[in-house]
């Protein structure tokens, strides 16, 4: 696996003053590292640093050419055939040198499996305001500075809870498919349970760790005289209030049919809904195939769901304050759904076209 | 269980209806309901109108919920939804459904906040775990 590479947020920031090939890299970088210093002071939530890596690339991508000089520099899985060479005039730990082109020059620094980037500046032979002969100076006594900061470390942590996330999400969808695959040929599969993105494997997983509890079955069932086979998808959870919950009923339901009109969805009890879809050659298709290979097809995106695809009338009042506010509406013809999309540029659902409009 | 269809109803009897409603009754819920009555059926909807104690069958009741009948029997053997037996007929009772309605709304109201969540949600999500 190719080793991780990293920045630190002190170079991104303080070092890279030109060559940006898109500038917009650099404000988030300024941004990253302005929410990630609130986060520290518990004045933002993880959820908010993550929100602005969301619209950024990962940091050993960002896109100045000292730092994909780096990130392909250090892209294999060891150092095997590559001669790196040591800044000489650091004495208290090795750190390497890092070029690109003429211009550019770096020191970088190998912690268990990352690389990091900790320092870049211009090459300027022959001059104080050389790089090498600047860091050296700035570290004779010590180059502590230099090293990945709590900072880093801070960001480090919400990366890695993105990736578990993700991981998780990935899993629930992975899960979904193959258990639907086993319900078609045996009407009935599951309990599967999931416990929380965190869970340490070690740990056997209990009913004090689940999140989540799935089952899947396979019925024939009678739609206005014909036979059709329908999915039951029950999801039980923990915490039914959670943003979890939340995920894993998007990302199982749309797992199957990413249509959210296609669902019929019940209660249960206070912690369990039972979800219903007709089952269709394309979802059977990709159950089989999904089981089959082991993997999510490349086309599958975890937690995709098609919104917006008719315009519904609904008799609510409050229709602005609903949508400005993230509030379901019911529609006309049964449906619940959370208005956001422009509605004029869609096509009238034909459900709600049949109930009709009020007179006026 | 009363189902009044808007082609059984003329013009006629819903402006008597609504001129009734208008001088006769005082505020409340009563008037608040013939209202709704006149209103639906004037925009075409058929009124379906039930005691609590009216009786539905379990088809009757997925045909209410809009849902297949064997959805609603999974429904009804998890015991969300209150139902008694007749011989070997499961028979389900206006107020219990209608109750189980409101419920089912608010799950399908969960379901749909769920489905549009996106990335917002996966962002806050983790601040619930460490």
Same mark, same amino acid.
């Given at each position: 696996?190719?080793?991780?590479?990293?920045? @630190?947020?002190?170079?991104?920031?303080?070092?890279?003053?030109?060559?940006?090939?898109? !500038?917009?890299?650099?404000?988030?970088?300024?941004?990253?590292?302005?929410?990630?210093?609130?986060?520290?002071?518990?004045?933002?939530?993880?959820?908010?640093?993550?929100?602005?890596?969301?619209?950024?690339? $990962?940091? !050993?991508?960002?896109?100045?050419?000292?730092?994909? +000089?780096?990130?392909?520099?250090?892209?294999?899985?060891?150092?095997?055939?590559?001669?790196?060479?040591?800044?000489?005039?650091?004495?208290?730990?090795?750190?390497?040198?890092?070029?690109?082109?003429?211009?550019?020059?770096?020191?970088?620094?190998?912690?268990?499996?990352?690389?990091?980037? &900790?320092?870049?500046?211009?090459?300027?032979?022959?001059? $104080?305001?050389?790089?090498?002969?600047?860091?050296?100076?700035? &570290?004779?006594?010590?180059?502590?500075?230099? *090293?990945?900061?709590?900072?880093? +470390?801070?960001? %480090?942590?919400?990366?890695?809870?993105?990736?578990? #996330?993700?991981?998780?999400?990935?899993?629930?969808?992975?899960?979904?498919?193959? *258990?639907?695959?086993?319900?078609?040929? !045996?009407?009935?599969?599951?309990?599967? @349970?999931?416990?929380?993105?965190?869970?340490?494997?070690?740990?056997?997983?209990?009913?004090?760790?689940?999140?989540?509890? *799935?089952?899947?079955?396979?019925?024939?069932?009678?739609?206005?005289?014909?036979?059709?086979? %329908?999915?039951?998808?029950?999801?039980?959870?923990?915490?039914?209030?959670?943003? *979890?919950?939340?995920?894993?009923?998007?990302?199982?339901?749309?797992?199957?049919?990413?249509?959210?009109?296609?669902?019929?969805?019940?209660?249960?009890?206070?912690?369990?809904?039972?979800?219903?879809?007709?089952?269709?050659?394309?979802?059977?298709?990709?159950?089989?195939?999904?089981? @089959?290979?082991?993997?999510?097809?490349?086309?599958?995106?975890?937690?995709?769901?098609?919104?917006? @695809?008719?315009?519904?009338?609904? #008799? %609510?009042?409050?229709?602005?304050?609903?949508?400005?506010?993230?509030?379901?509406?019911?529609?006309? &013809?049964?449906?619940?759904?959370?208005?956001?999309?422009?509605?004029?540029?869609? %096509?009238?659902?034909?459900?709600?076209?049949?109930?009709?409009? $009020?007179?006026? | 269980?009363?189902?009044?269809? /808007?082609?059984?109803?003329?013009?006629?009897?819903?402006?008597?209806?609504?001129?009734?409603?208008?001088?006769?009754? /005082?505020?409340?819920?009563?008037?608040?309901?013939?209202?709704?009555?006149?209103?639906?059926?004037?925009?075409?909807?058929?009124?379906?109108?039930?005691? =609590? =104690?009216?009786?539905?069958? /379990?088809?009757?009741?997925?045909?209410?919920?809009?849902?297949?009948?064997?959805?609603?029997?999974?429904?009804? =053997?998890?015991?969300?939804?209150?139902?008694?037996?007749?011989?070997?007929?499961?028979?389900?009772?206006?107020? =219990?459904?209608?109750?189980?309605?409101?419920?089912?709304?608010?799950?399908?109201?969960?379901?749909?906040?769920?489905?549009?969540?996106?990335?917002?949600?996966?962002?806050?999500?983790?601040?619930?775990?460490?």
């Amino acid at each position: 696996m190719a080793r991780s590479r990293r920045v @630190t947020l002190r170079c991104l920031c303080a070092d890279f003053h030109q060559d940006w090939d898109d !500038s917009s890299d650099e404000v988030c970088a300024k941004a990253l590292r302005g929410i990630v210093a609130q986060r520290i002071d518990e004045k933002a939530r993880d959820s908010d640093v993550a929100s602005v890596l969301r619209r950024m690339r $990962p940091l !050993s991508q960002l896109r100045h050419p000292m730092i994909h +000089a780096f990130d392909t520099g250090f892209s294999s899985e060891d150092d095997g055939g590559i001669l790196r060479q040591s800044i000489k005039s650091v004495k208290d730990r090795q750190w390497l040198k890092q070029t690109y082109s003429s211009r550019w020059r770096g020191a970088a620094i190998e912690i268990k499996d990352t690389a990091w980037l &900790c320092s870049a500046g211009y090459h300027r032979e022959g001059s $104080p305001e050389d790089f090498y002969t600047k860091f050296a100076s700035e &570290c004779s006594e010590s180059s502590d500075g230099f *090293l990945p900061q709590k900072e880093d +470390a801070e960001l %480090e942590r919400i990366d890695k809870k993105i990736a578990d #996330r993700d991981a998780w999400t990935a899993q629930l969808h992975l899960s979904t498919l193959v *258990l639907l695959a086993h319900a078609m040929d !045996s009407s009935a599969a599951g309990p599967l @349970t999931f416990p929380r993105p965190n869970h340490d494997d070690n740990v056997p997983v209990s009913e004090s760790n689940i999140a989540v509890r *799935l089952d899947i079955s396979v019925e024939t069932v009678d739609v206005d005289g014909d036979e059709a086979s %329908e999915i039951f998808v029950k999801i039980a959870s923990e915490d039914p209030n959670s943003q *979890l919950n939340q995920i894993a009923t998007r990302v199982i339901l749309a797992a199957i049919d990413s249509e959210p009109q296609a669902w019929s969805t019940t209660w249960i009890s206070a912690k369990e809904n039972l979800h219903s879809v007709i089952l269709t050659n394309e979802i059977a298709h990709r159950a089989t195939e999904t089981r @089959t290979a082991g993997a999510i097809s490349a086309r599958d995106v975890p937690g995709a769901v098609r919104l917006g @695809t008719v315009a519904h009338w609904t #008799r %609510e009042d409050g229709l602005t304050q609903a949508t400005l506010q993230g509030d379901p509406v019911h529609a006309l &013809c049964g449906h619940w759904f959370v208005p956001m999309h422009d509605h004029a540029s869609r %096509e009238l659902c034909q459900e709600c076209a049949a109930v009709g409009l $009020p007179d006026d | 269980m009363t189902i009044v269809k /808007p082609t059984e109803v003329s013009s006629t009897e819903l402006s008597s209806l609504e001129s009734i409603i208008d001088v006769e009754l /005082p505020s409340g819920a009563l008037k608040t309901f013939l209202t709704n009555v006149s209103t639906d059926l004037r925009r075409g909807a058929t009124i379906v109108s039930a005691a =609590d =104690d009216d009786i539905y069958t /379990p088809s009757e009741a997925a045909h209410v919920l809009g849902l297949s009948r064997t959805h609603l029997y999974k429904v009804l =053997d998890a015991g969300a939804l209150k139902y008694h037996s007749v011989g070997s007929h499961k028979r389900i009772l206006a107020g =219990d459904l209608f109750e189980y309605r409101n419920r089912m709304f608010e799950a399908q109201r969960q379901t749909a906040i769920a489905f549009s969540g996106g990335t917002l949600a996966d962002d806050l999500a983790i601040d619930e775990f460490e």
